[in-house]
Structure formats: C-alpha cells, structure tokens
C-alpha cells in the first residue's frame, strides 16, 4: 500500500536528491576533462573516451536489472547498496593508473549508478499519494538534472585547482557520507514481488499499451534533451569564447530550470488542466529555437532556464503516470522507462554528431525545438485521456 508521507518525515527525500545530484554529476563531471586525463595516463583522447562509453553501456545495462531487484528486495535497500557502490568506484577512479583500471572503474560506477536514478524514482512515487508525488518527483529530479548542469562547472574548478583526479575523489567522498547516512535514515520499505522473475516481471509491462505508450514519449523525451545538451557547452563556447567555468556556470541555468520547475509543476497543471503539456511543449520549442537562432548570452541563459523548465514539467509528469498505469511494480517500470530515456539520449547524440559535421551546432536545437514540440503535444494526449478514464472509473 502506498504511504503519504508528512512534512515532518520528508528528509530522506533531501538526501536522495542530494545522492541523485552527486551520482548525476559524477557522470557528467569528467567528461569534457578528456584532454587532461589522456596526457596524464599517456593515452589517445578516443582511448580515454573509453571510459565514458564504458560507464554509460554498463548503466544502460544495469538499470534493466535494479528495477525488478527492488520490487523483489525492497528499494531504500536497493539504493543504499547502489549509493555505497557508486562512491567506492568513483573515489578509485581517482587512482586509475592505465587504460584498463580506469575503464573498469568507470564500468563499475556506472553499473551501480545505474541502481540510484530508476529506483529512486520508484521509492517516491510509492511513498506519496498521486495527489503529492508529481511536486515530490519534481524535488528529487530537479536536483538530479542541476547535478549534470553544474558538473561542468564544478568538475572545471576542481581540475583547475587540483587534477583530474580531484573530481572524482570529490564526488566520490560526497556520496560516501550521504550513503552512510541513508544507512541510518532511509527507512526500509516491503518488497512488493514474492519471486525475482524478469521475464514475467518485463512481460506483464510490454503486455500493457497504454504503459509502452507513455515509455515510447519518454524515449524522445530522451532523444531531445540529453541528445541536445550534450553539445550545448560547444554552441555557448563557440558563440561566447568564455572559459570552460564561466560556460558550465551557464549551463547551470537549464539545472535551476529544472530545479523551479519541480516545484512549481503541481501547481501549474491545476492551474491549466491539460493545457498544462502544452504550455511545456510550447515553452520547450520557442526555448530551443531561441538557443538556435540568438547569440546573446543573455538570449541564451534564458533559453537554457526555460528548456530547463519545460523538460522537467514533461518528466514529472510522464513519469507521474506511467507509475499510475504500472500498479505495484514501480520498480521494474521506472527501469523501463530510465533506459527508455537513456537509449534516446544515446540514439539522439549519435544522430546530432552528424547533424554537427554537416550543418553545425545550431541546427540541432532548431531541429529539437520541432521534435520537443511534437512530442510535448502526443504527452499532452496520452495524459488527458489517461485522466479522463482515471476520471470516469472514479465516478462509477
């Protein structure tokens, strides 16, 4: 049975925010420190880009396994494993000494990190009530996507001040404390599958339309924002010239977006019903189109805050539903519809690489701005007419 839990018993909500913004982070932190990290090790920049393909295939691949392991064994237990996991790997990537330690590390992160992001999702929306688990959702998300926006803000200071390998001895230490305090404080919840059986456990969710329907919207939910914002640190230092700090700072803004927009998103849609995901669509194509055509910083911050926001007004509230229409096992659903995000992120950077040699950095936002559009009004569709059957059932 789902518990709606009061005010007074919501830290643990700040402390998985918290784990999800360090491991989101983690991530994204290193990446664009590729350059140090080759000469440090004596290696290639494709060789040591090995490691950021090794953490996210070991992701994409273990978040397909955490979700039923939660339902089977309870989620707090699933995250604190994955937390204690995910700090250990990080503060050893620190002491990567080749090629292949700091691949296997990289792996191993990534596999545990991959325990953190669905499950987390999975515990809120059982702890709260449909009426309180879109603003709940939107806190912890909200501090997970500003995670990835400051990392390379933050990942810029510490390389500058220290090394490469400061970062993730950093980050690495962070979700070391807050997983040993999680121990203490993230209460345990019942395991809701009697057996651990992923066929039957993945089987009973692609039986169900309505649910693969909404998984489907959330890979191009994907496909437009982590397949855009990973170049997005390219088109600001393009059009600006401004340092890697002063750019990651910048891209912070689509972080505090998100940030805002978790908060104000239950308010909104009572406020708009199901204009609601209109409104985000629409806020998410003229953010987009403003980022491709302007080369105003200003114009581009505010760009950034507003794809921010729209992107996390859709995520909340697709992923709201999809826990409605899945039933008990949140768990397995919430890792459906994380590697359904994730597969589109990959599909959505492979494809704008090449949108990227031929036609510049520019159209890939523009093109985003029609794609976010589409798919912000089939969200807007599929919720309403969940809502009204929601509804109907209700009143009978």
Do not use: C
Request: hydrophobic share 55%; net charge positive; glycine share 12%.
């Amino acid at each position: 049975m789902d518990t709606v839990i009061k005010k007074k018993g919501e830290s643990w909500l700040v402390f998985l925010g918290l784990i999800a913004f360090l491991a989101n982070g983690d991530n994204y932190a290193a990446a664009p420190l590729l350059i140090t990290i080759a000469e440090d090790l004596h290696l290639t920049i494709n060789a040591a880009a090995l490691s950021v393909t090794a953490y996210m295939l070991s992701f994409g691949v273990f978040t397909l396994l955490f979700g039923p392991l939660s339902d089977r064994f309870g989620k707090a237990r699933i995250i604190t494993i994955a937390a204690v996991g995910t700090s250990v790997f990080s503060i050893l990537g620190a002491f990567s000494f080749n090629l292949p330690s700091l691949v296997f590390f990289r792996a191993m992160n990534g596999a545990f990190g991959a325990g953190i992001f669905p499950v987390t999702m999975a515990l809120v929306g059982q702890r709260f009530d449909g009426q309180n688990r879109q603003k709940a959702l939107g806190k912890v998300m909200g501090l997970m996507f500003l995670g990835g926006a400051t990392a390379t803000a933050i990942g810029g200071a510490l390389a500058f001040f220290g090394s490469w390998r400061l970062v993730y001895l950093v980050y690495g230490i962070g979700e070391l404390a807050l997983s040993l305090v999680m121990l203490k404080k993230l209460e345990r919840d019942e395991p809701v599958a009697e057996k651990l059986n992923f066929v039957a456990a993945y089987g009973g969710l692609f039986a169900n339309y309505r649910f693969m329907r909404l998984v489907f919207t959330i890979f191009f939910v994907g496909f437009s924002v982590f397949g855009s914002f990973t170049v997005t640190g390219k088109l600001l230092k393009d059009l600006t010239g401004y340092n890697v700090l002063v750019v990651g700072l910048i891209l912070s803004l689509f972080g505090l977006g998100t940030v805002i927009g978790g908060r104000l998103a239950p308010r909104a849609k009572a406020l708009l019903g199901h204009g609601f995901l209109v409104s985000a669509a629409v806020i998410g194509s003229v953010s987009l189109y403003a980022i491709s055509a302007f080369s105003n910083v200003y114009v581009l911050g505010l760009g950034l805050f507003g794809f921010g926001f729209a992107f996390i007004f859709l995520q909340t509230t697709l992923i709201a539903t999809a826990q409605e229409k899945a039933g008990k096992a949140r768990g397995t659903a919430m890792s459906l519809a994380s590697f359904n995000m994730f597969v589109g992120g990959a599909v959505g950077t492979s494809l704008n690489s090449a949108v990227l040699g031929n036609f510049g950095v520019s159209r890939i936002f523009f093109n985003t701005s029609i794609v976010i559009l589409v798919v912000g009004l089939m969200a807007a569709v599929f919720v309403a007419r969940f809502e009204m059957r929601r509804a109907k059932t209700s009143g009978n």
